[in-house]
Every structure is written in C-alpha cells, then in structure tokens.
C-alpha cells in the first residue's frame, strides 16, 4: 500500500475491540500499566482517567484514579485504549506545587493522547496537541506548533519541571491561566478548553487570544470521535485527489484515492472520473515516475517494485479501537494509521477542507454537507525510515537514458555511461537542481549555487552526513525556511518534512527522497454519498485543461 505511505459514510465508535486479520470476534486485549504527573506545577489530587466514550469528562466506569503528593498517578489498562485521551481534572481543590498557596479559580480538564509507551505525563503542553489533533491537525504539526512556542526543540512528553525547562513550565503556566479567563459558573467547558488551545495554536502566542479568535476556533468541527477504522473501511472511503495528467498522453481527470479494507489487507488505490463515472486508474497513470527501490531496514536495497507492484495492499496485523497496525509486505515497513471521526452535518465545504485544496479554489467553494454527514481523518506514521530511489519517466528532451530492470529512466547524477563505486564520488559535484546548484563539499557541507556559481545558499545553512545503515547513502539536511525563496528542484521534498538524499545504486548515483519515521501523513476521507456532495460542488469550480 505504498500509495497510502507516500502519498499525502457509516460507522461508529470502538471503544474496547481488537479483531484479528481473518476473524470476526474480537481477541483479547493486551494488559499495560501507565504511569506519569498531571503538571503545570505537579497537580495534586487531580482526577486522572481514561475517556473511553471520548466526550471529554470522566465517567463512571473509566478506569481513574487521583494524582499523589507528587502529582503522580498509576493506570491499569488494556492496549485497546492507545490513541483515546487521558484526562486529569484540574478543580479548586487541586494544588499545584509550583504556586504554594494558590487556587485555581475555576475547573477544567487537561489532556494528552494515549501512545504505546508505559509513561504519560499530561500538561497544558500535551493538551494543546490533543486540541489540534482533534481539530483535524496532523500530530506533527500538533507538535511542531507547540515548540515554535517554545522557541526551539523539546520533548512534549518530558517532565518539564524535573528536567528543569523554565520556559516550557512558564509557557504551560500562561496556558492555564488563559483558560481561566474563559470559565463560566467556575468552569471552563471542555469545547471551551479545545477553542482556547487550538486559539492559541492559530495565534502563535498566549496572550494575544481574544474572544473572537475562540469564537472562531469553536466554530471549526472536531475529529474527536474514534471511528471504527475495519467497519467503515470496508465499505470504501474516498479522498479527493485533484487534478491527474496522464503521464503518457497528458490527458487530465479528476482523480480520487480510494481506501479500503478486504481479506486482512488495506489498500488506496487511484481512481479517475471519465466525465460519468469513477473507474480504477492503470497503476502509475498520473505519476512520473516507473517504479522505485526501497531501502530494506537491514542498509540494503529491495528489489525494483513497480507500480503495479506497489498497489498491493499492505496487510493488516491488528485493529485496536481506532488504530490499524499493518506492514508493507515489500519492504517490511510498519505502519501505524489512526482514524478519526466528526460530525460535519450542514457544516460547509470551504471549511472543511481548508488546507486540503488550493486557496483560491477555496475561495469559491460555497455549499455545506447534508445532515448526517461524517468525515474521517486518517494519520499514519511510519515505525521507521523509508528512502525511496524512484525510477523517472519525466526526463529532459536531451537527457540520455539509463536502463534498469526493464525500465529505461533518467534518475542519475554525473555521467551515465560511468560506473561509481562510492557515494564519495558524488563530493564536489555540481547538481542541477532547478534554478539552483546543489554542490556537496567535503566535511559534510554543502550549498546551492547560482547559475552564474555565486553562492544562493551557504554551507552554514545546508549539511550532509552518511545514513548509519548504508555508507553509500548521504542525507542532506536543510531547513524549509531557508529554501523558501529559491527555485529549488527538491524543495517540495523539503517543505514536505522529508529529506533529500544522494545514493549510490546499481552504480549510478542517483537522486532519493527519505520520509523520517517520526513523520506522519494524513488524508481526508468521506464515504460515497458523502464524497458525491462534495465532488459535485469542486467538478463547478475547477476545470479540466
């Protein structure tokens, strides 16, 4: 299922399930234990509990328990709660050990998503992932928001007061003090809690929130119901893919990725819109390029997958609640993939896929969804690296060929006809690279170079360095920021979140993007009749050529 892992209705909620690939029944769930704090400073007796229905309070019946002299708690669980919330219930009554004497004004509820791992502290700082999380926002993003407020790098998970991080527990203190400011009747409503946060999130800052921007913030839908990923797969999901170009005859149709779960597999699989009708796309259709090689977690390359071969579906090892864990039988890869789920009925398309289509599509886009519409968030991540060597059919006119594996392409760098041993020899090369050079010098720098060889980049700015499993494969490392003005060939890869790399393959060194493991990728799904109001509303705006 590469195409879902590359690639940027019904149902309900799963609360407790785990369904084995081939079964129907559930098996049981795996007994764990978590432990951590509830912070600001260290809350003392606040009310820790898992929220099994997700409506954002403690129940009867969750498992809970109340934090210590410490702020610390400790949960027995079973695994079918990862990805669902943990919530501590910060009251008057509840002390903080980093204000001696104060009391907080009003009641309300921080969180943090539930991970794999056996320690779960719960902040202001994990609250405002979750806020975002729920709002449609990629964990990634989620987190990288929250350390551009802090100004630099830091683990969201740590205990910032143990390890010292004066200006995460400063920041964490102005959060709640922010939520504060919003109680009515002496609490702050958990909608209220999420609208503040993600304000905050939006905002970029803490002190500038105002009423309006929370009014805005609670008026967005919140993908915080968890679906039940097999029920609703099953039948098919579809997310709009936009505008595809034939990669032989350049002929344009609308195209759509379709998901979907049948015989302990997962697949997305392309289809167009022939002007009446969706029908499967010929695999590679609207990509440039043949196929690619995977680089195996043993530092060796796979074998040439093509793009037939890379629709297979990945198969499913578990389902538990709203998580799928599968593994792409090519590669070995382990995937996570969460899904969530929000009410969108009457709310309009514009707002809906903000972010999701271009700005001035989104511009025109009127309309709304009907009633008992869902949409559904889908986040997977990958357990590991995966550096692909794609094989290119979009080649300069005069650009000679390599032939591989049946394929003749153009991904090379230097001369064609010459055999390299070593990535080495890609050191002091000069790489056309759009309207820029990539230059790799010795050290493990690097820069980009204009046309007329005057730096458009220094080595201060962009570095290289070997990947630990294979020697022949160098990582170049470069901040989005900094490209952000140039006609970099690679930037897209860059701005993306992944990283470009220079490798030696087949003897010929060749150009290769790596996603991290701590990256995620998100679609936005919609079962048919759904999908079918929205496509009929962007099929107005947006015109084939």
Request: charged letters at 15%; glycine letters at 10%.
């Amino acid at each position: 299922m590469t195409a879902v892992l590359t690639a940027c209705g019904g149902g309900g909620e799963s609360t407790t399930a785990t369904t084995s690939p081939g079964t129907s029944s559930p098996a049981p769930a795996a007994q764990m234990s978590i432990a951590g704090k509830a912070i600001d400073g260290y809350l003392v007796g606040a009310k820790i509990c898992v929220d099994l229905n997700n409506n954002g309070v403690c129940d009867a019946g969750e498992p809970s328990t109340i934090t210590g002299s410490d702020g610390s708690y400790t949960l027995a669980l079973d695994g079918s709660t990862q990805g669902k919330k943990l919530l501590a219930v910060v009251t008057p009554a509840t002390k903080d050990l980093s204000r001696p004497g104060y009391s907080f004004p009003a009641e309300f509820t921080l969180s943090s998503i539930i991970s794999s791992g056996p320690t779960q502290h719960i902040t202001p700082l994990t609250s405002l992932v979750a806020a975002q999380v729920d709002a449609g926002r990629r964990r990634t993003d989620a987190n990288n928001a929250v350390v551009t407020l802090l100004g630099g790098s830091v683990n969201l998970n740590d205990d910032y007061i143990a390890n010292g991080n004066g200006s995460a527990a400063t920041l964490a203190a102005s959060m709640v003090d922010k939520l504060s400011e919003f109680a009515k009747s002496g609490r702050v409503d958990q909608g209220t809690v999420d609208a503040v946060l993600n304000a905050i999130a939006a905002k970029g800052n803490v002190s500038g929130v105002t009423q309006a921007d929370v009014d805005v913030q609670a008026s967005l839908p919140k993908f915080a119901a968890v679906a039940d990923p097999a029920g609703v797969l099953t039948s098919g999901l579809y997310a709009y893919d936009g505008i595809g170009y034939n990669s032989s005859t350049q002929a344009a149709s609308f195209v759509r990725n379709r998901w979907s779960y049948a015989n302990g597999g997962l697949a997305s699989l392309q289809e167009k819109w022939n002007g009446s009708s969706w029908i499967a796309a010929a695999p590679g259709e609207f990509d440039q390029n043949y196929g690619e090689y995977v680089l195996k977690s043993d530092g060796t390359w796979s074998a040439f997958f093509s793009q037939a071969a890379q629709q297979t579906p990945d198969t499913v090892q578990k389902v538990e609640g709203n998580i799928i864990t599968t593994v792409n039988n090519l590669t070995g890869i382990t995937t996570t993939l969460e899904m969530r789920q929000a009410d969108v009925s009457n709310v309009s398309f514009a707002q809906i896929l903000k972010g999701w289509i271009d700005d001035a599509t989104l511009g025109k886009l009127t309309g709304a969804f009907g009633a008992g519409a869902s949409a559904y968030v889908v986040e997977a991540t990958h357990a590991s690296d995966e550096i692909t060597l794609a094989s290119f059919s979009a080649c300069s006119s005069n650009a000679p060929l390599i032939s591989e594996d049946g394929v003749s392409h153009c991904n090379y760098l230097g001369d064609p006809a010459r055999q390299y041993t070593s990535v080495d020899q890609a050191i002091g090369m000069v790489i056309p690279a759009g309207g820029v050079n990539l230059h790799l010098l010795s050290n493990g720098l690097a820069e980009l170079l204009n046309p007329d060889g005057s730096v458009a980049l220094d080595s201060s700015k962009i570095t290289w360095s070997k990947y630990p499993t294979n020697a022949n494969v160098i990582v170049i490392s470069v901040a989005a920021s900094d490209i952000a003005n140039l006609t970099f060939l690679f930037g897209d890869t860059v701005k993306e979140g992944s990283r470009i790399v220079i490798a030696l393959h087949n003897g010929h060194l060749k150009r290769g993007d790596l996603s991290p493991a701590n990256q995620s990728k998100k679609a936005l799904l919609f079962a048919q009749s759904i999908f079918d109001q929205l496509f009929a509303e962007l099929s107005k705006l947006v015109s084939l050529p």
